[in-house]
């Protein structure tokens, strides 16, 4: 089991110059709470004496490495981090304060849920949180959440779950069951930090000497609203354009052509990355995260070459939705054979998967730039394209389908593929003069500019 640290003490690992809220003030009511419940005024004492707090969260603002947020933090020693109605009211309290003050959130969660000597009571606190939370998200404001332990029950599907971005502190007991409630023959391991973020439900474990950097990265990017468009990055491999269709096509699935980590690299001098599509899958071929470019923040979601799963165009939707909530403008790399097909692909809902992107990009108020760099294969690359705004590589292709497929559809011979290719007009050039992707003497040398 890991450290519990304090509130305060958990306060103290991301911030030094932190400034409590003032308590709601609430009216007199049944000193043993809402249902009379005997003996609870005792041990609120006992929790208080042993803790120093007077309830189960400490809010109040700080700047976290420069920039400042309300911060939220549970302390587990009162009465198990629970949540109750004064709990409610400083909840509350803070998001209110967040929004008055254009705050991003960030709650350091440890907590078993809601509190028994209160009842339903305490359970309906959970929609108060869930209304703060909404308001919050209207606003265009973001919310991280971090898990320490444990963070079970109501408090991680609301504060938890429901933040925009998820991290987690190693070890930490993380799901809705608590340890006393769950299955007996259930594994313990499926109720952890590193379970969660394998899961897709939480974005990454971070160790406690690195929080206080993760986070003030994270809200210095995610505070940074951009009403311009992402300039799509340089090539990065091939200058000429190619001679013919099956060129295209080979060029793009070249071994050596530069994937999407170079362009990342190349264009973000720092970023941060978001996993899971929160659904409980996750996909390594969808790279997908808030970076840093030219001193403004840009999101990305980038395609590396493999058939996309359902989990990756999930993730790549989050990813949209978030940055358009916050006002931060997209950039999309395309770069897959096409969706992933296998018969699990479908049990798993790719059609409405894909569905989800192409509709996060149509509804997109943020702009949102695009460059195909490799393979652009049938509609599970065309998600993720910007309609009007799309660039492509001189070592990429885009097409209806990848050519030995179009073969076979139109009954054709094997030894028609090449042929087929050239067909399709899937090459950059082609796409310029279809009006389907835009140029520059910058990105294809000796064409000039061309805009859809």
Known sequence: MPDRLSARATLALVTDDFTELPHPARRAGDPDGPLAWQGYRASRARAADRTGEDESVVCGTARVEGTEAVLIAFEFGFLGGSLGERTGDRLQAAYTHARDHRLPVVALIAT??????????????????????????????????????????????????????????????????????????ADPAAYTAEAQVAAGAADAVVHPEELRRTLGR???????????????????????LPASGWEAVLRARSPQRPRAHHYLDAYFTERVTIGGDRCGGTDGGMLCGFGAHAGRTVAYAAQTGTATRPAGYRTAARLIRLADRLG?????????????????AERQGAGAAIADVFGAVAAARTPVTTLVIGEGGSGGALALAAPGNTWATPDSYFSVIAPELATAILKRPPQEVRSTAGQLRLRPQDLAELGLARTSGRLFPGTGDRHP
């Open 112 to 185: 078993g849920g809601s509190r028994m000597q209160e009842g339903m009571v305490a359970l309906a606190q959970l929609q108060r949180v869930a209304r703060q939370s909404v308001l919050l998200r209207e606003a265009g404001l973001a919310q991280l959440a971090v898990l320490r332990d444990p963070t079970t029950g109501g408090g991680w599907a609301t504060l938890g779950a429901g933040a925009d971005v998820v991290l987690a502190l190693p070890g930490a007991q993380v799901g809705f069951a608590g340890s006393r409630v769950r299955p007996a023959d």
């Open 218 to 240: 994270w809200l210095r990017l995610l505070t940074g609203p951009s009403a311009e468009p992402a300039p799509p990055p340089r090539p990065l491999g091939a200058t000429g």
């Open 328 to 344: 931060i403008p997209v950039l999309t790399l395309v770069d897959t054979p096409g969706a992933a097909n296998d018969a699990e």
